[in-house]
Structures are given as C-alpha cells and as structure tokens.
C-alpha cells in the first residue's frame, strides 16, 4: 500500500511539475534561509561557552571620565590591578593578563620569515582560565619556562609540517625584546611548549602563538611600562563572588592612580562579543541587535513560506474534488485518501529539505 502510495505520489508530482516545482523551491529555500541564519544566531549566543564554568570568568574594564572631558572607555587596564586582586581575594581562583603587540612581529623558523598578526604575550596562568584544548605538551606546565611559546595546529602545520614542534626554537624580531648588558635585543629565540587545537570560532580571543611573560626577570616593572594595555581576566571558585572585590578595585585605583579619574568594573566573559564594544578590543565583536534582528526574519520568512504552502495546497485541494469523487465511487474510503493526500504532502516536504540541504552546500563556502 505505501509503495502505491509513492507511485501515486510521483505520478501527481510530475503531472503537477509546475505547482509541485513551485512549493518545493518555495520551501526549500525558505528552509535553507532559516537554517543558515539558525546556525549563525547559535554561534553568536554561545561565544565563549566552550570553557569550563565560564559564568565564573570576567575581564575588567576601565572608563575614565572627567568633568572638563568625554567619557573614555576602554577593554584594558594596568598591570597591577591583577597583581593586587590577586594578592587580596582569596575566592580569586585565577587570574591573568593579556598583552597584544601594536604591530605585526616577525617569526623566523629554518631561514623562512613569517610575518604574524596572531601572536599575544600572556601569563604562565593563561591555561588556568581558559580551558583551550591541547593536541600536544601540558597545559599546567607549557607557560611556565621562560621563552615558552604555545602554537595552534594551523601554525604548527604552516612552520614545521608534519615534523612534532615540541621543542623547536623560533625566533621573534618587533615584539617581546629585552634589554641586556649589551643593549636592546629584539630578536629573541623561544621554545615551542604545547600545540593547541585549532581555536573554536565562536572566542573572542584570537590568536595563533602565546608567549609567556616569564621571559623577563622582573615582569611588573615590565608591564608597569606598557601602561593600560593589559586584558585582564578573572575566574572566580563562585560567580556570585565577582560583586565583593568592586570596592577593592576602587582601593587599587586610588593606590596606583589616584589622579586619573579611573573606574574598574567586572565584565562576565559570556557578555563580551555581544555587550561590549568598547575602544581596544582584542577582536570586533557582534551585535546583539543585529543577532535579534536576523531571528525575527527567520520567523518570518518560515511563517510565509508555510502560509505560501497551505495557500497553494488549499488552491489545489479545490481542482482535485473531481479526483477524490471519482474515487470514493471507486470504493476509496477516508482511509485511503488521507494516506494518499499525506505521502504526497510528504513528498513535497522531502524534495524541500533536500533543496535546502543542497542550497546549504552552495552557500557555505561563501559564508565561512
């Protein structure tokens, strides 16, 4: 019985070509919109959700407002307000800072260069916050040595090939020098520690190579230098524990910069690509507008073409009267008729989700 069903399915399909060809693409397309803009609504929502208890994770941010100029703001601090929170809150269970170059840094591996944009110095508790997955060396050691560096597989693959990078020097030369006995010294050899996993796309932390700080021997003074260039991250034992350090944040700014006029307040990580958009972000973060905005025409485009749909098929369901009559003098009962009408709404529904399967296959490599 199913299998004249579908023959009867097909048979109505190809006398109906222009109609069912109509309702199909109709479909199809709509299906393939909804679901392409589906799959980029979830990946704005889940930014940064891959880390383990990331509700506990915050970056602290400045603004800096005074009466005789416009408020500043800024995804940056200065070195020491890590050091301090550190030093004073026990329910602090990590913490770390980020430093990016201004510019691009020049790595030099086997007589090749390669000039990088990807490259941020951290701390060595970088991996004590965020939970990056490791393909090869310890996340609890690989930040530790002085001259460290951790590389994802992209690098890996673009520097070494299929060769095992542990252990590989490669040189920096216009980020990360230090003064020795005999001047500045700008290109400075590092040790590859760890290999990460090709980051997620959904980070908002971008980034190819890290460099561990530990590479100079007083590392506050050194920070202290770069000024409020600094991301700093927080992961607390208790989210609901971020509120109790606000006041000691106000007591680090009047100790370090009591006349600058600055403010520190706590963002929550899972906040930062939608919310932020403050000046000096490490990467351009999204719209939470423009994500509301892009579910609204889902829903809309999914209510008109099934409208569209139920339109066409009432449309046909008068021409077939005649059909369904000559049948029930045939003796078809009710039965058989709603069996017959849903294999063909079902056909129709089939060639759809293939249409937009296959419309998604188009699309992607334009959209990612």
Excluded at 79 to 101: D, G, K, M, Q, W
Excluded at 170 to 191: C, M, N, P, Q, W
Excluded at 294 to 322: E, K, M, P, Q, W
């Amino acid at each position: 019985m199913i299998l004249y069903f579908t023959k009867l399915a097909f048979r109505n399909f190809k006398k109906n070509w222009v109609f069912s060809t109509i309702n199909v693409m109709g479909l199809g397309i709509a299906l393939a919109s909804c679901i392409l803009i589906f799959e980029y609504v979830s990946n704005e929502w889940n930014y940064d959700k891959f880390h383990d208890d990331y509700e506990s994770i915050f970056r602290i941010k400045q603004t800096i407002e005074r009466p005789d100029m416009p408020k500043v703001e800024s995804a940056t601090t200065f070195s020491a307000v890590a050091s301090e929170l550190n030093a004073t809150y026990p329910s602090i269970e990590a913490i770390t800072r980020i430093h990016r170059p201004s510019e691009n840094v020049v790595v030099e591996y086997d007589d090749k260069l390669f000039r990088e944009d990807g490259l941020i110095g951290v701390d060595s508790t970088f991996f004590n916050v965020f939970n990056f997955k490791f393909k090869l060396g310890d996340p609890a050691t690989a930040l530790s040595y002085n001259n460290a560096v951790v590389i994802t597989e992209k690098i890996a693959k673009k520097y070494f090939g299929d060769a095992n990078p542990l252990g590989k020097e490669i040189l920096f030369d216009g980020a990360y020098g230090y003064y020795t006995k005999d001047g500045y010294e700008s290109r400075i050899a590092h040790v590859v520690r760890g290999v990460l996993h090709d980051l997620p796309p959904n980070t908002h932390l971008d980034f190819d190579i890290l460099v561990s700080l530990n590479l100079y021997n007083n590392l506050e003074q050194q920070l202290s230098n770069w000024g409020n260039d600094l991301y700093t991250y927080i992961k607390f034992d208790n989210p609901a524990e971020a509120s109790s350090i606000a006041e000691g944040l106000d007591e680090i700014v009047k100790k370090y910069r009591p006349n600058d006029d600055i403010q520190l307040e706590l963002q929550p990580m899972q906040d930062i690509h939608l919310t932020s958009n403050l000046p000096n972000e490490i990467t351009a973060n999204g719209s939470k507008r423009l994500v509301w905005i892009l579910t609204i025409v889902g829903l809309i485009i999914l209510i008109i073409a099934c409208t569209n749909y139920i339109n066409f098929s009432i449309a046909r369901a008068i021409d077939r009267y005649r059909e369904v009559g000559i049948r029930k003098v045939y003796w078809a009962n009710s039965t058989q008729l709603f069996y017959q009408l849903l294999m063909e709404t079902l056909m129709i529904n089939i060639f759809a989700l293939m249409a937009a399967c296959f419309l998604i296959y188009i699309a992607q490599p334009f959209i990612t």
